[in-house]
């Protein structure tokens, strides 16, 4: 089992930054070859992915956040981040940090350990 802690969330204005990050417990001897991943969900709305990292450092982006968000893992502490940048009210969701023993980019499907989220909000 994995247990997934993410925090970094907030409250910023249109054009802002916020770095989210995930923290991984439990069963993470093979934390490097798990591929980590990124989802949000707005109210109303399905979850989807947002970014994920796999392998020695293959990275998937969503379209509408190409360009402005960045993956990251350290492997040593067992952590992924999320570097958002020039955020856009639209980018308001809960963001979740998700694992997977294997996963082809951002089928939320194929992940099998999820955090609890944490709240973004952008405000125009």
């Known amino acids: 089992q994995v247990q997934l802690v993410e925090s970094g969330g907030g409250s910023v204005q249109s054009g802002g930054s916020l770095r989210l990050s995930c923290a991984a417990s439990?069963?993470?001897?093979?934390?490097?070859?798990?591929?980590m991943g990124w989802f949000r969900q707005a109210p109303g709305k399905e979850r989807e992915g947002v970014a994920a990292?796999?392998?020695?450092?293959?990275?998937d982006y969503a379209d509408s956040v190409k360009g402005r968000f960045t993956i990251s893992r350290d492997i040593a502490e067992n952590r992924l981040y999320l570097q958002m940048n020039n955020l856009k009210p639209e980018d308001t969701a809960m963001y979740y940090c998700?694992?997977?023993?294997?996963?082809?980019?951002?089928?939320?499907?194929?992940?099998?350990?999820w955090g609890q989220g944490t709240q973004v909000t952008v405000s125009s």
């Open positions: 998700a694992a997977a023993i294997y996963c082809s980019g951002l089928n939320l499907h194929e992940y099998n350990y």
């Open positions: 439990g069963s993470t001897y093979a934390y490097s070859r798990y591929c």
């Open positions: 990292i796999r392998g020695v450092g293959r990275t």
